[in-house]
């Protein structure tokens, strides 16, 4: 694919985040709407704005995705998915591949205006991170009950966005609700934010790689080892598809 000039580049970022804002209020009463039906129901509907951002990113940025891995997702087994975080856009291409599905959030989000009122209708684990203690058994309460349910629950364990390159520090919340709830962890690693940075109006058109990990088993498990053992899968993946000349993965302080 021929690279695209940079005003070229930055149009279509602009479109892009246009459409974003112009769908996203359509998305939000079309929830609010929905309501009164049942999960199963409200689900593909709300996600599909999902899908819309990210196929529109294929067509006016040039950004595409490919993935390894597909064949690790069991079609009768869901479980905690693990995923590095570096960009908006694996909050959302991972609805692709893991559906239905949850995820671990901050509670704040779900006070944005139209967002939030959609997102609320995905049924997510919301958590004030303050709570400490109580943040972490709502996760083990609401996630068990969400896995029962048939619902896949992504939690990014470095809790916020990361440039790429560096690493924070994986929490174990989310392996300690695998062991809690008899499932596995499936890692996810993928270099995001080389094309879509946070903070950061810019698409640069590429090929986003994304590896899905075998799944790592918890029974019988300590939540710490089993982080250790997701933590170190994902970091030697990233260091197979960060691009060179990005600089080596650095600690932020823990």
């Not at 596995?184 to 590896?211: D, F, K, M, Q």
Request: positive net charge; hydrophobic residues 45%.
């Amino acid at each position: 694919m021929a690279a695209r000039p940079a005003p070229v580049q930055w149009a279509g970022s602009l479109l892009h985040f246009l459409l974003m804002v112009v769908t996203i209020p359509i998305w939000a009463v079309i929830a609010l709407l929905l309501y009164p039906f049942p999960f199963s129901v409200r689900y593909p509907v709300i996600a599909s704005w999902g899908h819309v951002v990210i196929r529109s990113a294929e067509w006016l940025c040039g950004l595409r995705a490919q993935v390894e891995g597909l064949e690790h997702i069991s079609s009768s087994e869901v479980a905690v998915v693990m995923a590095k975080h570096q960009s908006a856009w694996e909050t959302l291409a991972l609805l692709r591949w893991f559906s239905p599905q949850t995820w671990v959030l901050k509670r704040e989000l779900l006070y944005i205006p139209f967002f939030g009122w959609g997102l609320k209708r995905l049924e997510p684990i919301a958590i004030q991170r303050s709570a400490g203690g109580n943040a972490r058994q709502q996760v083990l309460e609401q996630g068990i009950l969400r896995l029962q349910a048939g619902r896949w629950v992504v939690v990014f364990p470095e809790g916020t966005r990361m440039p790429p390159g560096q690493r924070g520090r994986y929490r174990s919340g989310g392996a300690s609700l695998a062991i809690a709830a008899g499932c596995p962890v499936i890692p996810v690693a993928h270099n995001a934010g080389e094309y879509w940075a946070r903070r950061s109006l810019l698409r640069r058109p590429g090929t986003i790689r994304v590896i899905i990990g075998p799944p790592i088993a918890t029974a019988g498990r300590r939540a710490d080892d089993v982080t250790r053992e997701v933590e170190t899968w994902i970091e030697a993946r990233m260091a197979e598809i960060t691009r060179r000349g990005s600089p080596p993965p650095t600690r932020s302080a823990r």
